[in-house]
């Protein structure tokens, strides 16, 4: 299937207050070939906006639609200001614990 889109978690719950951890586990081997979980450095500090919904959750250009139009609302130059960090290499049993408004 194409790649999971960029998204938060944060608007997917219905909680009051919205802020939320999110905890994932890793239950195989993080791999690049697998598609491992990769954030956006400082997102979690971007507006609140929420832009596109669960009908484009999958989507063919890599998944980066939704968050480059997330980075351009916040001023950024997607190409040059946006930082990934990857969970490639997070060994099965692993956890990574973040910010649920992270993108």
Same mark, same amino acid.
């Not at 070939?33 to 929420?50: D, H, M």
């Not at 596109?52 to 980075?71: E, H, K, W």
């Not at 130059?77 to 290499?89: C, I, L, R």
């Given at each position: 299937?194409?790649?999971?889109?960029?998204?938060?978690?944060?608007?997917?719950?219905?909680?009051?207050?919205?802020?939320?951890?999110?905890?994932?586990?890793?239950?195989?081997?993080?791999?690049?070939?697998?598609?491992?979980?990769?954030?956006?450095?400082?997102?979690?500090?971007? @507006?609140?906006?929420?832009?596109?919904?669960?009908?484009?959750?999958?989507?063919?250009? @890599? @998944?980066?639609?939704?968050?480059?139009?997330?980075?351009?609302?916040?001023?950024?130059?997607?190409?040059?200001?946006?930082?990934?960090?990857?969970?490639?290499?997070?060994?099965?049993?692993?956890?990574?614990?973040?910010? @649920?408004?992270?993108?």
């Amino acid at each position: 299937s194409p790649p999971l889109t960029y998204h938060r978690d944060s608007p997917y719950f219905m909680f009051t207050p919205s802020s939320v951890v999110t905890v994932w586990v890793a239950f195989d081997d993080m791999v690049e070939e697998l598609g491992p979980l990769v954030y956006v450095k400082g997102s979690n500090k971007w @507006g609140e906006g929420r832009v596109g919904s669960a009908g484009t959750f999958f989507q063919r250009d @890599g @998944g980066v639609s939704l968050l480059r139009s997330a980075a351009e609302r916040e001023g950024l130059n997607f190409d040059q200001d946006v930082e990934f960090v990857s969970m490639a290499g997070l060994e099965a049993g692993g956890i990574s614990i973040h910010d @649920g408004r992270c993108w």
